[in-house]
């Protein structure tokens, strides 16, 4: 599907760049076969590496926003932290499946309408600043995304959200979504005006969620260099 969407673009734009990109896409996705992972060996995985690893540097797709909203810190937290809130204010999220206190399955709305899912592991619990994720196993998409929430006044929250990710066919792919208007940017920018009128107008009947009886800050599968946030992945 990237290959078909490159070609079309080249051809539209009669860039022979383009078109010769999603040529070789078409080619790869029809052959089943890769140079690339002929040349490192069956064996080798990018997905079995860990989520750090696979992002380092400037790797994959990195989006940050903020946006104030008008409730206390406690209550904005509380309701992001309930996992299963988010796709009803993040568009292409279609479903978050919580499994336990750490982990979930998340799928979302691909380029071209195809689905993708990810497993995901909470890193960094501190209630009520800080939330952040990392992908793991064998998924469709590698990520990491954090969102901190920081006192604005006597009765508002700034929340500023963080997501490094790589999408399936990585930075290719992400250049298909861009030109089929799926700028990941835009996403991120109109999901939190979703969240802000969403929390502002008081529809919160999904309920909170509490980490821990005693309300202290939990910690799970942390390294020393991923505490804090998801920054030191870059």
């Not at 080619?27 to 750090?52: F, L, M, Q």
């Not at 932290?81 to 750490?102: A, G, I, K, Q």
């Not at 929390?199 to 919160?204: A, Q």
């Amino acid at each position: 599907m990237a290959g078909a969407a490159l070609a079309a673009v080249g051809f539209q734009r009669k860039s022979r760049a383009l078109g010769l990109m999603g040529i070789g896409l078409l080619a790869r996705g029809a052959s089943g076969w890769c140079p690339v992972t002929a040349a490192i060996g069956p064996d080798s995985h990018a997905y079995d590496e860990p989520t750090k690893r696979h992002l380092a540097g400037e790797g994959g797709v990195i989006v940050e926003d903020s946006i104030t909203i008008y409730r206390p810190v406690s209550e904005v937290y509380s309701y992001w932290r309930r996992l299963e809130n988010l796709p009803r204010f993040m568009e292409h999220l279609e479903e978050v499946r919580v499994n336990d206190r750490s982990h979930s399955h998340w799928v979302a709305k691909g380029p071209l309408g195809v689905n993708v899912e990810w497993d995901a592991e909470i890193i960094n619990d501190i209630p009520p600043t800080l939330l952040s994720w990392k992908s793991v196993g064998r998924s469709d998409v590698v990520s990491a995304g954090s969102v901190r929430f920081k006192p604005a006044g006597e009765h508002a929250t700034q929340v500023r959200v963080k997501l490094q990710y790589d999408p399936p066919a990585g930075m290719v792919g992400a250049t298909v979504a861009w030109l089929l208007g799926e700028d990941p940017q835009q996403q991120i920018t109109e999901d939190l005006r979703r969240f802000k009128q969403l929390i502002e107008s008081g529809d919160i009947s999904a309920g909170s969620y509490r980490s821990t009886e005693s309300g202290q800050p939990t910690e799970r599968g942390l390294e020393p260099s991923e505490a804090g946030d998801i920054g030191s992945l870059r």
